[in-house]
């Protein structure tokens, strides 16, 4: 079974700084998806950056943008130019394509310092 | 406007007293899940369903009930709510992937139904 590990549970960062948040997984599997989504405290579940795992090219969002390193099964989230907006759980998840399941890790609460 | 509906946003019942929640998508989609949330553990698939009549177990199935009659309809039932069900529950649902694809998220998700059982 696929699972997903972050392991900051709370981060914090100055406005206008940048902060990245990581995210480990687990699979057997050579072809999925891992996104990062944003939930701000409206409970919506945004999505905020997408990476295929066949590309090698990390994925880039305006001011998001990840490192994914696939042998290492590592995906993290680098937000440049923080903005109070930003502040939200973030969560890593994994796509499997076979059951259309999403695996989400258990979150990193951001809080952007004014 | 494409959107999955979740109802009630909230909800505040007692143990043991059944009740429904339900969610509604309008873009034909054959896929649905329920996902339950809470601190420490982000969020957990409850039930899925492929298509009409189709459903089946995710990870956290134990005090649930689903079922999917029609394409746009599935509910989640709680026929005997517990206190360790109080959680954040979210609707979410997709179409098959078919291929290589162009996805933003793979699943719509719903804006959350707030359940607390006393």
């Known amino acids: 079974a696929q699972t997903v590990t972050q392991s900051q549970p709370e981060m914090s960062v100055q406005e206008a700084e940048t902060v990245t948040l990581s995210c480990t997984y687990d699979?057997?599997?050579?072809?999925?998806?891992l996104f990062w989504y944003k939930q701000p405290p409206s409970r919506q579940m945004i999505l905020v950056i997408r990476?295929?795992?066949?590309?090698?090219q990390n994925a880039t969002e305006n001011r998001f943008s990840v490192n994914f390193q696939k042998a290492a099964k590592s995906f993290s989230l680098k937000i440049s130019d923080s903005q109070l907006g930003d502040a939200a759980m973030y969560f890593c998840?994994?796509?499997?394509?076979?059951?259309?399941?999403?695996?989400f890790g258990t979150g990193t609460r951001l809080t952007i310092i004014p | 406007e494409a959107q999955v509906t979740q109802n009630p946003r909230y909800l505040i019942t007692v143990t043991g007293k059944k009740l429904t929640v339900t969610c509604s998508q309008n873009?034909?989609?054959?896929?649905m899940s329920w996902y339950r949330q809470d601190p420490g553990l982000g969020l957990r698939q409850i039930y899925y369903?492929?298509?009409?009549?189709?459903?089946d177990k995710g990870d956290v199935p134990e005090g649930y009930k689903v079922s999917r009659k029609e394409k746009r309809n599935f509910p989640l039932i709680l026929e005997s709510p517990s206190p360790n069900q109080t959680s954040l529950y979210f609707c979410?649902?997709?179409?098959?992937?078919?291929?290589?694809?162009?996805?933003?998220?793979?699943?719509?998700f719903g804006n959350g139904t707030r359940l607390t059982v006393t």
């Open positions: 699979t057997s599997e050579s072809d999925y998806y």
């Open positions: 990476q295929e795992a066949y590309k090698q």
């Open positions: 369903s492929m298509n009409v009549e189709v459903t």
């Open positions: 979410a649902s997709s179409s098959p992937m078919q291929g290589r694809g162009h996805y933003n998220s793979p699943l719509h």
């Open positions: 873009m034909n989609h054959e896929y």
């Open positions: 998840a994994y796509y499997n394509f076979g059951n259309e399941k999403l695996t």
